[in-house]
């Protein structure tokens, strides 16, 4: 993954939280000058404009979605003020926060969406081990994304981490990004961040369950940044599942699998990708 990729991976991952440049430059491997000066030319726009842009786009959707503690979202934001926050906002979509709190929508404004960045380098990819897994209980939160737009799926498991290693009934300390409902006429999948539990009861409020049956898996290793996966996946299913003589199984189209070898807070490190086969 270039050095750009990985620096809005971590933005993407961190936004919420008290993130400095010093932290992308690390993560993206660059100086804080050089990165500074690439990003603007990648992407038209300073590292500190993209960051404030998409904590007001989080900040403007749950205002549309109704919320009603305007001064909690401006926290939320990195806002020390309901003032500072109005005024900023007012900056970013040219309206007010209270104005899209009471229309209940932001199709009038202008949301910084996440920046995707292509990445078609090819990887190298280990032959897969097999592994007959039995029956588990994950449950998480899911969202529904489209194949060409899964730059959300970072603040998804921003949202998710907050609850990790909390979760009623959790357990081990491992993490499942788990493929479901792919929709090849539409372009659509549904993805969770989610954690093995020992049963549904007393989850979180909006978390989802997925049960998956006992069955086998080949299991795949993919080493490096994990804006890169994709590449991975579709080395699995365009190269090798049409050469292994294998034929995927039902249910889940994959899972990701993320253990102590991979580090949440660089996106580096190992995870495993794990892909049915019918019996």
């Known amino acids: 993954m270039s ?4 620096a809005i991976w971590f933005i993407e991952s961190h936004f919420a939280e008290d993130i400095s440049l010093d932290d992308v ?29 998409r904590r007001l786009s989080e900040a403007a959707l749950a205002l549309a979605n109704g919320t009603s503690n305007i001064l909690q ?16 906002f007012r900056e970013q979509f040219g309206v007010t926060p209270e ?11 202008m949301l910084m969406e996440p920046i995707r960045m292509d990445d ?21 939160l899911a969202e529904v ?8 799926i970072p603040s998804l498991w921003q949202r998710f981490n907050a609850y990790f290693g909390n979760i009623p009934g959790q357990r081990g300390n491992v993490a499942y990004g788990v493929c479901t409902q792919a929709d090849g006429e539409t372009g659509r999948f549904r993805y969770m961040a989610a954690a093995e539990v020992q049963d549904a009861d007393a989850l979180p409020a909006g978390f989802s369950t997925l049960k998956l049956p006992k069955q086998r ?60 086969l019918k019996a």
């Open 120 to 140: 078609t380098r090819t990887l190298k990819i280990e032959p897969p081990r097999f592994v007959e897994s039995p029956a588990l209980l994950l449950a998480g």
């Open 3 to 6: 050095a750009i990729g990985r």
């Open 217 to 276: 898996y080949a299991v795949f290793i993919h080493r490096g940044h994990v804006s890169g996966i994709a590449t991975t996946a579709h080395y699995v299913f365009g190269t090798w599942f049409p050469e292994s003589g294998y034929e995927h199984g039902e249910t889940p189209d994959l899972f990701e699998r993320y253990d102590e070898r991979f580090d949440p807070h660089s996106g580096m490190g190992v995870v495993e990708i794990w892909v049915p």
């Open 25 to 53: 430059a690390e993560t993206a491997g660059l100086s804080r000058y050089h990165l500074s000066r690439v990003f603007g030319l990648a992407t038209g726009r300073s590292i500190s404009a993209y960051v404030r842009g």
């Open 99 to 109: 104005s899209i709190r009471k229309q209940r929508h932001v199709c009038n404004v």
């Open 145 to 152: 994304y489209a194949y060409n737009r899964t730059e959300g």
């Open 73 to 88: 979202v401006a926290l939320d934001a990195g806002y020390g003020s309901h003032e500072a926050f109005t005024r900023a």
